[in-house]
């Protein structure tokens, strides 16, 4: 953790530093994802269960799972789990269905009819980590507003280490409204959603979080696929006035701590005495929190408390930073919030920890992470549709705008462009 | 050009063949590209320059344009394409503004308020090729969405060989908005707008169309800004009843053609005779046509005309190939039209041809290739604007939604996000 104060002399120059801190790991494992969508994409199912026997000690004789063991697992999820993630579903749910945009069309006054209408992708992957990072939260907020844009087939891969599997998330699949899961992860899981196998149909899009081989391979089957964005470490900055419980804002700033070693939290405050409450809040949680080894390393390593004046100075750093999450702990965030230009999500006041955002908030959690947020944006409805614009002259719309058409085709060296409209002026 | 009928018994197979025909080329420039960033990376305008002195032969003493130079330049811009630059920009802005979305905020039963604003980006850079592919439509389609998304530096590069430059590039940077304007082009200039120099500040986010060189910058920049999708070479599907002129889709059919070696044009009609009259024409045109050498080669290596008993066939063919653009030339285009779900964009009737949707019909033309229109959109305001979400509970909303998220935190192994919470509870 580093103690920065906007008066300080070098205070830039730290600030740069922190906002070019790229914490992502470097491990380069190219080659060998390449190899497994290789075989994957020649060998299908038999490549993809040998992977699956290599890397999960998981030899089904089939990949799909039975809807009788989704329902006998999801059984064992306690009901105190399943009516948790029923009320997220329905929150989650409730704030997409909003999003669902709105088709475009019209006559324009040259006689032209033209529009957009906004169509859903027929079929897409969504996938789930497995072990540790096995989040049913997660896929809620992946599959759902897959849901309701409209797609038809949801399928979903989930890798079965020794053949286990969390039934929470098996009962989050159901809640969410998954057509088809296979018990398969890593790169082979990624190649079989692209390319297809015998049993696997292929998908138009595969999204969710993974390993640094599940996000290498979707890199490389960018192109032949859609993707969302390739997600870095969790990030927070929480804005946060004296008038606040320490222990409230150190339990938050720890909550993405926990996530990662690579995570960053970030506490900007205009009063060193809180600051240091704070920090020392931080220690106190960190001696007895079962997570307190990732937490502590990202918290040794890449966090940082600033010290203001102001907190309206707060805004200029925070839109250099563009972070994922923004807590706005003051008695009138929305004053600050309206300056806001880059963050993937921003929670107001103090009864707002990011964490309910994590499950039921009702915004999406997959967020954009290491300043993408100066140009990406949440997952959202809109990554589950596309847009097909379309244009429809008569005879006489296209006397009305030929010529200049003809004359920008001639100006561009097109002369075929120009041909297929002046022929029809004839 | 290759004949295709579907009542073939090899039909399936060799359609097969088409839609998984890739036509781009597959040079590996990624580690010139790699040295060009990281040159300019560290040395900045130094190493802008001498790659400008090396590839274009132009060794100005600044690489932005003055306003006195574009306006002197611009002014050679003949009027008649002036004018014809001036309309497009009007029917390209009249449709793009109808897309600007409305945001979305609510108070939800719990008390909950929760929210989502759409936000412009602050900074984008256009790339615009140089030499024979400089195209101001193609300026126009992609600085006007940005315009009217409300970003307020639209930073445009030209590569200028020699110091020349298209005047009608520049009539268009002045239609289209367009802010700042650098005399440069090529991995140089990908790398100059990602990572800015001492004279060009860096923006946020890279389109606009460009050779391998400047794709394969586009990919590797990406995640530091945002990019749009890498164009591959142009397509054309026409679907045509015997009641066309054959030349007419003839020439159609030759507007995508003359575009690139690889661009590929494929007719779907019920009536052989007609597709034999088709093909006479596009042979008759050749003979006598400025392009006819890139023409040609299009036509012969990946042209296709399928043959079908009943056009509504074209329409599971049609999804398949995922066109970008889409001719429906029949009488009621709208029934079929109705049935599409992956295309770019759909020019409907017998007077539209696609090259008036190029121009000045309004949507966008710059759209999804090789087969991405499964997943991916063509250019609009949506692509220059972010989503940040947000959300406001208080006391009495946190009590009510508080445990079903601790109850999940703790389902997940996460005592940091379960405390942030129940803190707040006590």
New interface residues.
Partial sequence: MQLLQTTDKDFSVKFQTLVSDRREATVDVSGTVREILADVKVRGDAAVKDYTSRFDRYNPQSLHLSETFIAEQAAQC?A??K???E??AE?IT??HQ??L?QD?G?T?TVG???G?NW?A??QVGIYVPGG?AS???SLLMNALPAKIAGVERIVMTVPMPRGEINP?VLAAAQVAGVTEIYGIGGAQAIAALAYGTESIAPV??IVGPGNAYVAEAKRQVF?I??IDS?AGPSEILVVADSQN?P??IA??L??Q???DPSAQSILITDSEIFAQQVIAAVEQ?LTN???TEV?RASWQNHAAVILVSDLAQSIPLLNQLAPEHVELCVDN?QLL?NQ?????????????????????????HVLPT?R???????L?V?DFL??????????Q??QT??K??V???E???????????S??LQ
């Fill in positions: 306690s105190d789990v009516a948790a993630l009320l997220a929150r409730a704030f909003k999003q945009p475009i019209y324009d032209v009819k033209l957009l169509v992708l027929s540790r989040y049913p939260s929470a138009d899009k192109g696929v859609g390739i419980n222990d409230w339990w938050d720890l909550s701590a926990e996530h949680i929190l079962a997570t937490a965030p919030a806001i230009k880059c963050a993937g999500s921003v929670f107001l006041g103090r009864y707002t920890p990011e964490a309910i955002g994590d499950y039921l908030g009702g915004p999406n290491a993408s947020a100066r140009f990406a944006s949440g959202s809109y596309k847009r097909i614009t379309y244009l429809e002259c008569n005879k719309a296209l705008l030929g200049a058409a004359t920008l085709a100006a561009e060296g097109l002369p075929a462009h120009a041909g297929s409209v022929v029809r």
